[in-house]
């Protein structure tokens, strides 16, 4: 259900949408999922226009692919994001991204995605036009064809004006990083860019924050920085993960989980950008607990943190990495971090969403 | 970044502890009032540092967690109403009543929005006639006049589907009736800064004069902090007993004089059940009569439920230090922020959850 304040926003759908149906309706109805002669004109005017190419153009009820050696990844991302637009991104682009960062920091090059749409009753078609376009776009960025998909429309108020289920299939190429269980004593931490970008600018956006500058979301590939660092660092790298929901705590914990080593962080050396650390300061937020959606973490062998910086640090997209901890033995926590003022303290794994306190 | 890093400055936080230390000649035992002070004492390793020199008591500060459970028992029975949107900040919402939480009642079915101030919560009743919206109002006298300004605002617009839980809190008679106590520990207090900029200072000279303890206004961060116990410990130390100000780029005497008069004219002082402490008399602020036809105890005829009280929770215990938190039976066990047993573990403010968070020897 669309929580209230988006139930306004969206109300003025209502005024727009006619109750009668008819090809010229400016917004998605029920009958652009009933399988008919709307539902094909919305998949062939809007969805094909816009994605083409020539697995969706062939229309079959399953993409034919070609042939490739050696093994697949796969992976699958729901999007849910509310608002749908938000400043640095959509919940299009945040879908083929989403997706294709999975598969590139599984060491895999994502080739093909596919597209599900739950597309809420009433969603205006300008909206279905721009996000399709953004999805397009995010597609041509970052070479992945969207070879399949679905459309399906549920009554007002049973969605959130739109939810999109991306599964990407990708190539895995060699050497594949091995995973965080081999991650060893004196490895090296690094980020690749910025923390909590995304939830913040979603937080701002969505609670009617008024910041400026407005932060904006990290919302990016990385299929680029991940291929320049392996093909710069090869078998120097133990694994890599993009930092979403959770934030860099989540993936530290799990980390820490399947190594059973601690894994300790210098507060420091994180890069928060002014935005970012403001909002977490007013709101009482910690911003290693605060989602990303373009920035990833990577562990290397001692020794090569400083080499995978210098990698990074060469792309427009992991402009401000950094390196900004170490793989230690486990000791008081299976994650610390040592922040400006203080002993090295247990960073907590995030409970639930983080919640603005009081005062 | 301005205003934030000069006040964690490691040299100078260092210089602060090395005087604390130097000057100190025993173990002094202080009360940080607020919640917040807690939270970055021991996130910035201070309480640690200082032990055995300075013992800091965390008082009972936070808001959140000496809220009254029939207030909370209360606050999900409304939200569970079909018509009803329950309103509240975000830190409200895990805390348990004796039947649950906001949260809890949440996943049952309630419809709780988060806001971020009470004026948006005006907003919504505005733009949503259809639905009865109740704001559930916690917090010092800090987070009063936003409530009384939105109560205000409401009046304005003649809202009839706004109402509020009023559960807001005072600190000073909540400190006077923990120094009356015969068992109390407390050498000097370190006063809420932020509360201090509302309301001023002055209304705690009769309280030093009287209890012959020194009170420091003291802010939240690191070097805000050290400095407070600086003054506390030089005043103790010369067996002194003053009402200082160590917050004074916030802080006036008089306080904020607007905001005053706008609790003045909206709530009057009542005696006040606070969760740990039981009643403290002038503890607490209710709507004036001529503004009770927003009170959601006047406009829901609900049945008061009983408050099922387990009393495992020894937070009054730790709010009046008399243990500290891990010396609980239940920390870290029964009772951790995921299945706590009472609010302190809960809210980003309670000194249990600071303990579990912070506190290397704890965890």
Redesign the interface.
Known sequence: MM???EK?EFASWQVNCPVSVTANADCVTLAHGEGGRLSRKLIQDRIIHSLKNEFLIAMNDAAHLPEIQGPLALTTDSFVVSPLFFPGGDIGSLSVFGTVNDLAVSGAKPLWITLSLIIEEGLPLVVLDRILESIACAAQETGVKIVAGDTKVVPRGAADGLFINTTGVGELIKPIPPGPQTLQEKDELIVSGPIGRHGIAILTVR???AMEPVPQSDCGSLIRPVKRLREELGDQIRCLRDATRGGVAAVMHEWAEACGLTLSLDERSIPVS?EV??VC?L??LDPLHVANEGTMLIAVKQGAGAAAVEVLQSLAETAEPRLIGTVNPRG??PVTVR????????L?DP??SP????? | ?KY??EY?D?GA?QLLLDEIRRISSRCWTLMEVCG?QTHSLL????A??LQGTVELIHGPGC??CVTDQAAIDFACQLAQKEDV?LTS??????VPGSRGSLLDAQTAGANI??V?SPL?AVE?AR??PE?QFVFFA???E??APATALAIKQAGRYQLENFSFIVSHVRVQPAMESLVQAPDHRVQAFLAAG?VCTVMGFESYEPFVKRYQLPVVVTGFE?LDLLEGILACVKQLEANEARLENRYARTVRSTGNLAAQDLVQEIYQVCDSEWRGFGMIPEGGLELRPEWQNFDARMRFTEPALRVIDLDECRSFEVMTGHIKPPECPHFGKSCN??SPLGAPMV???GACAAY???D?TA?
């Open positions: 929580p209230d304040k306004n609670e009617e924050l002014p650390r403001g300061e709101l009482g008081i926590a922040r400006t003022l203080g002993p090295e303290q247990p907590d409970l639930g919640l603005p306190r009081i005062c | 970044m934030l890093d964690r490691p936080a917040g996130r910035h390793g201070i640690a540092e808001p959140v949107v900040f975000g830190d409200m919402l895990r929005r988060i971020y948006d919504l733009t949503h639905k916690v917090g010092f800090t987070t932020h690191p922020p995921e809210s980003s403010e579990y968070r912070y290397v965890s």
